[in-house]
């Protein structure tokens, strides 16, 4: 099959199972096929993640998608769509996977090994990461994947402050790309311009002598407000951007995803009495990138990395 015709959403893999159970019936030869997503196929991969607790982004999709708009696939029993998976291609070298879902009625059925096998093929021999839940890790070790750090979702509730920090729109675009560089494996020039451009979120930064030391996202979530990311240079630089980020959200929910092995994140979800409620572990394909984890307060998407 040529690229193009990949681009224009034909089948990738099809697969044939002996059995598949759609709606309550038990369907034989049913046929698997994957293919490429479009823009509303999205949508739906977001709307399975919010069934599995993931509580995405109110207005997450353009984001994603736009990241990598061939990275992303739906897999099909005779037609109904049945799972996906992404497979976000930031560059040559990197690739970022989630999205890993399977309808619970047809799981057991084959066809997470068909989105499985559709996204490394796409991934190619690109370093790749991905965030695995604790209960699958032994699986992806088995697929050559090694943890590089834990992860875990805290929440807490969000207090009124006051605050002197800078609007991320009045920072340059080209500084923004520049710092956030530095925490992310390969550029995510696009991905970025959408994400701080989300309708209901707000971006805020600290800056020093025409510098940017550090900025962070909130935005608007299935439940509650999500900090996401939140990059500093200092303990207290993020400190000042966590309460000013976490007063939008003003009596709501606050989840913030941070990286265990900062201990100075530990310690700031735990001055604001924040609770643990989900746990990741950080996996990579190949040599894991060299990042600043000790700068690195809130990860920017368990999804996209």
Same mark, same amino acid.
């Given at each position: 099959?040529?690229?193009?015709?990949? @681009? @224009?959403?034909?089948?990738?893999?099809?697969?044939?199972?002996?059995?598949?159970?759609?709606?309550?019936?038990?369907?034989?030869?049913?046929?698997?096929? $994957?293919?490429?997503?479009?823009?509303?196929?999205?949508?739906?991969?977001?709307?399975?993640?919010?069934?599995?607790?993931?509580? %995405?982004?109110?207005?997450?999709?353009?984001?994603?998608? !736009?990241?990598?708009?061939?990275?992303?696939?739906?897999?099909?029993?005779?037609?109904?769509?049945?799972?996906?998976?992404?497979? $976000?291609?930031?560059?040559?070298?990197?690739?970022?996977?989630?999205?890993?879902?399977?309808?619970?009625?047809?799981?057991?059925?084959?066809?997470?090994?068909?989105?499985?096998?559709?996204?490394? @093929?796409?991934?190619? *021999?690109?370093?790749?990461?991905?965030?695995?839940?604790?209960?699958?890790?032994?699986?992806?070790?088995? !697929?050559?994947?090694?943890?590089?750090?834990?992860?875990?979702?805290?929440?807490?509730?969000?207090?009124?402050?006051?605050?002197?920090?800078?609007?991320?729109?009045?920072?340059?675009?080209?500084?923004?790309?520049?710092?956030?560089?530095?925490?992310?494996?390969? %550029?995510?020039?696009?991905?970025?311009?959408?994400?701080?451009?989300?309708?209901?979120?707000? !971006?805020?930064?600290?800056?020093?002598?025409?510098?940017?030391?550090?900025?962070?996202?909130?935005?608007? !979530?299935?439940?509650?407000?999500?900090?996401?990311?939140?990059?500093?240079?200092?303990?207290?630089?993020?400190? *000042?951007?966590?309460?000013?980020?976490?007063?939008?959200?003003?009596?709501? %929910?606050?989840?913030?995803?941070?990286?265990?092995?900062?201990?100075?994140?530990?310690?700031?979800?735990?001055?604001?009495?924040?609770?643990? $409620?989900?746990?990741?572990?950080?996996?990579?394909?190949?040599?894991? %990138?060299?990042?600043?984890?000790?700068?690195?307060?809130?990860?920017?998407?368990?999804?996209?990395?």
């Amino acid at each position: 099959m040529t690229r193009e015709n990949e @681009k @224009k959403g034909m089948s990738l893999f099809p697969h044939r199972i002996k059995y598949a159970t759609i709606g309550g019936s038990v369907m034989k030869q049913a046929t698997i096929t $994957v293919r490429r997503m479009n823009r509303a196929d999205v949508d739906l991969a977001i709307d399975w993640a919010a069934l599995e607790g993931w509580n %995405p982004g109110l207005n997450d999709a353009e984001s994603f998608y !736009c990241a990598d708009p061939n990275g992303f696939f739906m897999a099909e029993v005779n037609g109904e769509p049945a799972g996906c998976i992404s497979a $976000v291609a930031y560059d040559d070298t990197f690739g970022f996977m989630g999205f890993y879902i399977v309808r619970p009625d047809l799981r057991h059925e084959g066809i997470g090994m068909a989105l499985w096998h559709a996204a490394m @093929k796409y991934m190619g *021999e690109r370093v790749i990461g991905g965030d695995g839940v604790v209960a699958m890790l032994d699986k992806y070790a088995l !697929c050559g994947f090694r943890i590089a750090h834990h992860n875990a979702r805290y929440e807490g509730i969000g207090r009124a402050s006051s605050s002197r920090l800078v609007d991320l729109a009045d920072v340059p675009f080209a500084e923004l790309v520049s710092y956030d560089r530095r925490f992310f494996p390969a %550029p995510r020039t696009a991905f970025l311009k959408s994400w701080i451009s989300q309708f209901g979120s707000h !971006c805020q930064a600290v800056m020093a002598g025409g510098r940017l030391l550090g900025y962070g996202v909130i935005r608007p !979530c299935r439940r509650g407000f999500k900090i996401a990311p939140l990059f500093a240079d200092t303990p207290d630089i993020a400190e *000042e951007l966590f309460v000013s980020l976490a007063s939008i959200a003003r009596d709501e %929910p606050v989840f913030f995803d941070i990286p265990v092995c900062n201990q100075a994140a530990r310690q700031l979800v735990d001055r604001h009495a924040m609770t643990m $409620v989900f746990e990741t572990a950080r996996i990579y394909r190949g040599t894991p %990138p060299g990042l600043p984890l000790d700068q690195i307060y809130g990860i920017t998407s368990f999804e996209l990395g």
